[in-house]
């Protein structure tokens, strides 16, 4: 800080650079061998607390840097006159001597000509500067949150001193002096690359009004935004230029392709049957960017049992009249062989906290229909005609560092909702074992993923999946279904109907290339179902597979192995999934 050479005799500063001249003459015959260091204050006061620092060094410069952090230390101490008087050598051991001087205090800082309104924004009270203790650190953190408020608020070259500073025996006074520079706004975007997206979306997107006061934090955050849309592939760091009053932030970002076809076949044993292999499936159709505005539509089916299926289609519309509101519509439908069959639509509202996080708000209606004969209340699980309208809130995170082949970063999804859940037809057959009509209903529901970079090519994914659905007039349809390559591998599709879960999966993957890897993983679950007679278990899988690009697509083969109360480890049980993932 400029601040502290003020405090400095220049008898001080020319010992200190005769210091450092002699230091740096004798560093190359030095270097690699260790050097001991002795600091004495001679003119220290009875009441001075010795300042720790390290006696043992490897070079001469490694003790150059010792003894410059050994007044800075006394300057955070208050002891502004704190510098180098001399050092004495003795082959390999140093001798140095540090002037202390007297402690000083705040008498007062005036807050001179920063505006009001930068000072209430930068938390400055003059009484937290007036006969108090001295801090450089406090005092360069009130600088930089004036700067850093000026910084967004249309001035980015704003500069702030101290002026008028007055030292005696032991206080310190001083005045803040602010200098604004010029006022910038904000010109339209600039697309440099072969990107097909709207000029105005992308600046709704990034919240960025042509017109509006520059705003340096999200200037910052233009990369960290671009590199979380999938159908953008950011092939520079964007740059801003400042010209006559304006700032014109400059994309360079190429298309990427990222519309998706993908389906997977599985294989696994026909529980009709030990002789034939029962054959699975799913498809999922991903449309991004829909007329280039970044909306986006999602269909996804999936067979998992020869008289199941399930059905998810969503709708995403992004920037609702260019404000920071996104709205996206689901509709799920679930079949689950002769059992019941479940409709559930709802809209959710997402709001943008920073350039990373959303608040979602969601509202739903859940249907549910029994097939056949099949209303009943057996300890199996009951499954009843049910209408359920339910609300929750929800908290989403994304800091992956690449949204398809992420090597380090996070991706948080929090949701918990509750509501009224209303039994239709019901009759109970016994009152020992009656349910109510009419009950509140709950779930929280988690996934937290977390990518750790290790080394150029490798990346550990650490990841938790958990939820649980509470309500005294829990049915069968209400469960969650946990079981398959998206939850716990090594395990049939689906083979877990729980009320709570809980998984934690390690995964191991080492890059070939930026779309190719290797994997091994195990994943763990804790599982629960109170509807079968609370049925517990804790199932573990792991297994290894490849990911790797063609001209077709990505192919992704994947080999695991599982073991739980009702599956033994063995070969006979291991599941294989492969598919290949295409996009356009």
């Known amino acids: 800080m400029g601040l502290l050479l003020s405090f400095v005799k220049i008898s001080h500063l020319h010992k200190l650079f005769t210091i450092l001249g002699i230091l740096l003459c004798?560093?190359?015959n030095a270097l690699g061998q260790d050097w001991s260091l002795n600091i004495y204050n001679d003119d220290a006061?009875?009441?001075f607390k010795p300042v720790k620092y390290e006696h043992v060094l490897r070079d001469s410069l490694g003790v150059l840097r010792e003894i410059h952090v050994y007044i800075l230390k006394l300057h955070e101490l208050s002891f502004l006159e704190a510098a180098m008087d001399s050092v004495v050598y003795k082959n390999k051991q140093v001798e140095a001597f540090?002037?202390?001087?007297?402690k000083h205090n705040w008498s007062i800082l005036?807050?001179?000509?920063?505006?009001?309104?930068?000072?209430?924004k930068s938390g400055y009270k003059q009484k937290f500067y007036s006969k108090t203790r001295f801090s450089y650190k406090e005092l360069a953190s009130l600088e930089n949150r004036i700067i850093k408020y000026s910084e967004n608020s249309g001035f980015p070259f704003a500069r702030i001193e101290l002026d008028s500073i007055q030292l005696t025996e032991s206080y310190f006074s001083a005045t803040l002096d602010y200098q604004s520079g010029p006022l910038i706004r904000f010109d339209t975007v600039a697309l440099v690359g072969s990107a097909r997206v709207k000029r105005k979306y992308i600046?709704?997107?990034?919240?960025?009004?042509?017109?509006?006061?520059?705003?340096?934090?999200?200037?910052?955050n233009l990369e960290r935004q671009l590199k979380q849309l999938q159908y953008l592939k950011v092939v520079k760091a964007p740059e801003i230029f400042f010209s006559a009053g304006k700032a014109q932030p400059v994309l360079f970002v190429n298309v990427r392709k990222c519309n998706q076809l993908d389906g997977y076949i599985g294989f696994q044993p026909n529980s009709s049957s030990s002789k034939k292999m029962l054959l699975t499936g799913e498809f999922n159709m991903n449309l991004k960017n829909l007329l280039q505005s970044g909306k986006e539509l999602s269909v996804q089916w999936k067979r998992f049992d020869v008289q199941s299926q399930l059905l998810k289609t969503s709708y995403l519309h992004p920037r609702l009249f260019h404000s920071n509101i996104d709205i996206k519509l689901n509709f799920n439908l679930l079949k689950q062989d002769t059992s019941f069959l479940t409709l559930d639509r709802n809209a959710a509202i997402y709001m943008g906290l920073n350039a990373t996080s959303k608040i979602k708000f969601f509202a739903g209606l859940k249907s549910n229909t029994a097939l056949g004969s099949t209303q009943t209340n057996s300890n199996e699980g009951n499954n009843y005609d049910f209408k359920f309208f339910n609300y929750g809130v929800g908290y989403t995170l994304m800091t992956l560092d690449d949204i398809f082949y992420p090597m380090k970063g996070w991706n948080v999804t929090i949701d918990v909702s509750t509501g009224n859940k209303k039994i239709l037809n019901y009759e109970s057959l016994s009152t020992d074992i009656a349910i109510p009509t009419s009950a509140m209903q709950w779930t929280g529901e988690t996934s937290v993923q977390a990518f750790i970079r290790v080394g150029k090519k490798a990346t550990l994914l650490n990841q938790f999946q958990g939820g649980t659905v509470q309500s005294q007039n829990l049915v069968l349809s209400d469960l969650y279904r946990v079981g398959g390559l998206k939850t716990l591998r090594g395990f049939n599709e689906n083979n877990y109907y729980v009320s709570d879960y809980a998984i934690y999966t390690l995964e191991y993957r080492y890059f070939t290339d930026e779309s190719s890897y290797v994997m091994l993983f195990a994943n763990q679950a804790y599982v629960h179902n109170k509807l079968n007679g609370d049925y517990t278990d804790w199932p573990i899988g792991f297994?290894?597979?490849?990911?790797?690009?063609?001209?077709?697509?990505?192919?992704?083969?994947?080999?695991?192995?599982g073991y739980a109360k009702d599956q033994p480890l063995s070969l006979n049980l291991s599941k294989i999934h492969f598919g290949l993932v295409s996009r356009f």
Do not use: C, M, R, W
Request: glycine share 12%; hydrophobic share 30%.
């Open 203 to 220: 600046e709704s997107y990034l919240g960025i009004t042509p017109g509006a006061l520059y705003n340096q934090q999200k200037a910052q």
């Open 110 to 120: 005036h807050s001179g000509n920063v505006p009001d309104e930068y000072l209430y």
């Open 543 to 561: 297994g290894t597979g490849i990911s790797f690009s063609t001209k077709a697509g990505i192919f992704q083969f994947i080999y695991a192995l």
């Open 98 to 102: 540090v002037h202390v001087g007297s």
């Open 45 to 47: 006061s009875e009441n």
């Open 26 to 28: 004798t560093a190359t």
